[in-house]
């Protein structure tokens, strides 16, 4: 069975587009402007424009203007072709630290480590709802692997394992953990509901998943509301950056074992 909900790209030259990642930032800009028509306080509207600002950016640059730097062939070769690496790795780079960091500093003129979950409060806290986080996602994630398993590697060099490890495992998730979990969330947790929230983030998240069996749709939201709830708890993305890094690995070990 499959939930049609992931990335759905489109293009029109150059430019390229996430249509479900355009359609949540349209429902949160709906939900801000019924809180304004309520006379409510909400920042949501800043949030609305980073999804749609994201929407265009990863597929414009991953699909089509970073080709012509670092061009790789359909059907992708992960693991094999290191053009595909690095392309997504710039185009992670681009997207949810560089862009992101600007426009805020074009709105806000401001915005510091603490905000985006970059500064450590507390590191027993941090530390403890991190290892719970890792073994509940991994055992969530084994679970739906042993019942549903998918396989999408059908190969490796020893120098394509390594370039994807470092790249895209490790620094690929952890920009994408600063920008859902630290942009999209943290930075808004005094000013609007944490539901609310959390909800615009596991929704935006899993915009840009590629479309996938109910079961992994499943798995992928829960795992992900998992980094979010330790976010919430130790307000620092390095506990939901440590979960999405371990869940990888895993991940990744299975797929060439």
């Known amino acids: 069975m499959n939930l049609q909900f992931g990335a759905h790209p489109a293009f029109f030259g150059l430019i390229g587009f996430n249509v479900t990642a355009v359609l949540v930032a349209v429902a949160v800009l709906l939900v801000a402007l019924f809180q304004r028509s309520r006379r409510r306080e909400t920042r949501l509207f800043e949030l609305a424009f980073l999804l749609f600002l994201v929407s265009f950016t990863f ?7 970073l080709q012509y730097m670092l061009p790789f062939h359909l059907p992708e070769q992960p693991l094999i072709d290191n053009n ?86 490790i620094a690929s998730a952890f920009l994408q953990t600063i920008f859902y979990a630290g942009v999209l969330f943290n930075r808004y947790l005094e000013k609007e509901n944490v539901l609310l929230l959390g909800l615009i983030g596991v929704f935006a998240f899993q915009s840009f998943v590629a479309p996938n069996s109910l079961p992994w749709q499943a798995t992928s939201m829960l795992i992900f509301s998992s980094e979010l709830f330790v976010t919430w708890k130790t307000r620092s993305v390095y506990g939901a950056a440590s979960i999405a890094i371990a869940v990888g690995l895993i991940e990744l070990t299975l797929q060439i074992l």
């Open 59 to 65: 597929m414009t640059l991953h699909g089509r203007l």
């Open 84 to 169: 595909l690496t690095l392309n997504y790795f710039a185009a992670n780079v681009l997207t949810y630290a560089a862009f992101p960091l600007l426009a805020i500093l074009i709105i806000n003129r401001h915005f510091s480590a603490e905000k985006l979950g970059l500064k450590v409060n507390n590191g027993k806290k941090t530390a403890a709802y991190t290892v719970l986080g890792i073994m509940f996602a991994s055992s969530i994630f084994a679970v739906s692997d042993h019942f549903v398993h998918q396989q999408w590697v059908n190969g490796y060099t020893s120098e394509g394992l390594v370039t994807w490890v470092l790249l895209v495992t």
